[in-house]
């Protein structure tokens, strides 16, 4: 049912994570690689090691075949995958950073354009123009990195653009510059990862030397990440912080990501040390397996920190308008549906289920459980956050009681509807999705 579109058993919001999670691996790479890739060429040039332009021409060739490829890939899909999932989310971006979107396009087609000059230039041009190219290059992916952090720092915290509706006061955000350093600095991490899988191809001179400054990158990137991270930390805001102790999954995750973070910069020093001769492409596909768990990990975090929002202080993880935008013009829909019901003012709701009746009820249950559920969690037995097992063996009263009445208190949305529609969804909860007993039909339209 549009604007619904359910995923069973994974959920939407994994869907979402993990395409936007694997994106992370390509994008930092294809960001951080050529600043590495100008610093090996102004090396081979100036001290006369022209095996290093061998590693030089394979590094850009597969950052032109991976990052490029499967980087376009799953750019597109998480475009694609969150505006199936969360379309009102992503045109209150859209509305606020289209022209922040739209010059990150120009620069990332400046990339396109500059790596493929960069690559079939090699011996064709001057030292000199060769190396203005490889730098331009890097200038515009880490341009792009600069606009796009602007707005993932804006879904965390808006900042004074609550007040203002600015494009700048959303953009320079409590948490710009801190996410900002951070992911400048893991994309050395990651670009150093990659470079060792590069070099382990590699047969003759340059390989070692390749290593050790993949390593020397890593390691950089790797310590100065964490130093951002902690400043990143200090500036997230309270409810964010008490979701990261109180959520069970949320510390698991930060947990695995510290303990990447420790792997890597050993890894990593073993390399800058000279001790990497263990280091196959195989090993470093390994490593960089293990390097894209603590991204996972370090990006559920985050995400999951600003929950019950999407946008925190403007629109809940549901899609529902939570709080007043009046430099926007936009209103809270939370009274408003509270009072009229949910199913009498949300678009494209059937009409035979905008008033809930004794024939209806679970059907108009499931609408409105969908509605404000499932953007977190799915309905089956066995899924992911699944519905059906958190509320297993509750009745329909205990679940207005125990649950609807009091998710306010938690980092969910609260609920929101008349109280016909809090019941109806209870029905639904406790007699379709966990096979419990019936409620009467009288008890959810009368509340008798």
């Avoid at 991976?66 to 899909?77: A, D, H, I, P, Y």
């Avoid at 606009?147 to 955000?173: A, E, Q």
């Amino acid at each position: 049912m549009y604007p619904l579109f359910e995923i069973p058993t994974v959920g939407g919001p994994m869907l979402i994570a993990s395409i936007a999670t694997f994106h992370i691996l390509p994008s930092h790479v294809a960001t951080g690689a050529f600043w590495m890739a100008y610093f090996i060429e102004r090396k081979a040039i100036t001290q006369n090691q022209p095996e290093l332009m061998e590693f030089l021409k394979r590094f850009t060739l597969s950052i032109l075949i991976f990052c490029f490829v499967t980087g376009s890939l799953t750019g597109v899909g998480i475009w694609y995958s969150a505006t199936a999932i969360s379309p009102r989310a992503i045109s209150g971006l859209i509305h606020n950073y289209v022209w922040g979107w739209a010059t990150e396009w120009v620069f990332f087609i400046i990339e396109i354009v500059t790596i493929y000059v960069y690559f079939y230039t090699f011996g064709k041009v001057s030292d000199k123009t060769h190396l203005r190219i490889g730098l331009l290059y890097a200038l515009a992916a880490w341009i792009s990195m600069v606009i796009i952090t602007g707005i993932l720092g804006f879904m965390m915290t808006p900042g004074k653009w609550l007040s203002t509706g600015g494009f700048f006061d959303g953009f320079f955000n409590e948490t710009y510059w801190p996410q900002l350093f951070t992911r400048t600095s893991m994309m050395f991490a990651i670009a150093g990862s990659y470079a060792a899988i590069v070099a382990g191809t590699l047969k003759d001179g340059g390989r070692d030397t390749i290593r050790k400054i993949a390593g020397r990158w890593g390691l950089g990137g790797i310590i100065a990440g964490a130093l951002f991270t902690l400043w990143y930390y200090t500036k997230l805001p309270a409810s964010a912080l008490e979701n990261i102790q109180q959520i069970a999954y949320t510390s698991m995750m930060l947990k695995v990501s510290l303990v990447v973070g420790v792997v890597m910069a050993l890894y990593f020093l073993l390399l800058a040390l000279g001790k990497g001769g263990f280091v196959s492409p195989a090993v470093g596909i390994l490593m960089m397996v293990v390097l894209f768990a603590g991204i996972g990990g370090g990006e559920s975090v985050r995400e999951i920190s600003r929950r019950p929002y999407l946008i925190p202080g403007y629109m809940y993880s549901n899609q529902i308008i939570g709080h007043d935008m009046s430099a926007k013009g936009v209103s809270s829909e939370v009274d408003k549906f509270n009072e009229e019901g949910i199913l009498k003012n949300y678009p494209f709701i059937p009409e035979d289920l905008r008033v809930i009746t004794a024939d209806n009820y679970l059907k108009a249950g499931e609408v409105i459980t969908k509605l404000e559920c499932i953007a977190c969690h799915t309905m089956e037995s066995g899924g992911r956050n699944s519905l059906a097992d958190l509320e297993s063996g509750l009745t329909a009263e205990d679940i207005v009681a125990d649950i609807l009445d009091d998710l306010a208190s938690s980092y969910m949305p609260p609920f929101v509807g008349t109280e016909v529609e809090k019941r109806a969804a209870a029905a639904y909860m406790a007699e379709v999705l966990t096979d419990g007993e019936a409620p009467d039909a009288e008890w959810v339209v009368n509340g008798n």
